[in-house]
């Protein structure tokens, strides 16, 4: 875990600032900025948005803007020459090696803080940890990347638009937009940053952490499904459980990969679905058998010899049945082969 840097201390009296550059503005100081206000001593900073260095030279903190990142000072800029770190150069527990905007010079260094506030947790607490990282790999990161100029992939098939920093970018004046208030459009943008952090923050303490004590239960309990003990059962449908069930799996250190996981849909019918090869993978294990896929109902009971089904994908990733046994029935017919 990062170390938070230390409080300033100030007259009680006496509003901190924030500084950043002014001008047109980008998602990753928005953010920096928007993660910076959840913080109680900074909640009642004042942004000041300048390029002068006497005016940022009297700020408490400073990101974006400046031309140094020293922790120490409170100073979060990544432009100048030399800059290139990364998650992973600041500490090496963690793998993520895309270089860092003020958005994760930021989250560095004062993510453990602001989730606790979010999550009323402390700082070193599991979930804490946990979700430092989650938020890290599917938010932040893509802010550090796209602010850097790095691409996601080498050769993009379409144009990708709709992204938070292309939202970001686009509450920014119009370039013949005459007398725009930049700083109104800024904090625009950070009270539309703060409520997606806020959001996904609150997704992964509400709805993802409580599914990893499903999926561990599940894991137990795998041999009571079958006894290759790589078909899962879960008593409820919709829950996240890709995430956990690839990170428990190493962590665990299972002898057998997962290939099937089982589960009531909102009919009250059963599905199974097949796990894929990495978290984001298109790609499944193993996926349901070739001549069902496309199939369904009486047609697709008659080929597979068993009674209920629905549905098979025509990619073969999920399918259905009317019952639990007969889903599991289409697991284990898969795993034979």
Known sequence: MAEIPAKIMRPAMSILKIGTHNGTFHCDEVLACSMLKILPQYKNADIIRTRDSSTLDACDIVVDVGGTFDAARHRYDHHQRGFDHC?????????????????????????????????????????????????????????????????????????????????????????????????????????????????????????????????????????????????????????????????????LELKTNIKFVLYPDENAKWRVQCVPEKRGSFENRLSLLKEWRGLRDDQLSKISGIDGCVFVHISGFIGGNTTYEGALQMAKRTLIG
Request: aromatic residues 12%.
């Open 87 to 251: 998650m992973n150069s600041l500490n090496p527990e963690y793998a993520w090696t895309t270089k860092l905007s003020s958005a994760g010079l930021v989250y560095f260094h004062f993510g453990h803080q602001v989730l606790s506030n979010l999550l009323c947790s402390n700082p070193g607490d599991e979930i804490t940890k946990v979700i430092f990282e989650k938020i890290y790999e599917g938010f932040i990161e893509e802010v550090d990347g796209i602010d850097n100029g790095i691409s996601a992939c080498e050769d993009p098939l379409y144009h990708i638009s709709t992204n938070l920093s292309s939202r970001v970018s686009h509450l920014n004046p119009a370039w013949n937009e005459k007398g725009a208030d930049f700083d109104d459009k800024f904090h625009k943008a950070m009270a539309l940053v703060k409520d997606e952090f806020i959001d996904r923050v609150l997704f992964y303490k509400n709805s993802w952490w409580p599914a990893r004590v499903l999926v561990v239960n599940a894991i137990n309990k795998r041999y009571d499904v079958d006894p290759s003990g790589e078909i899962l059962c879960f008593s409820s449908g919709g829950m996240p459980w890709k995430d956990h069930l690839l990170t428990l799996e190493s962590s």
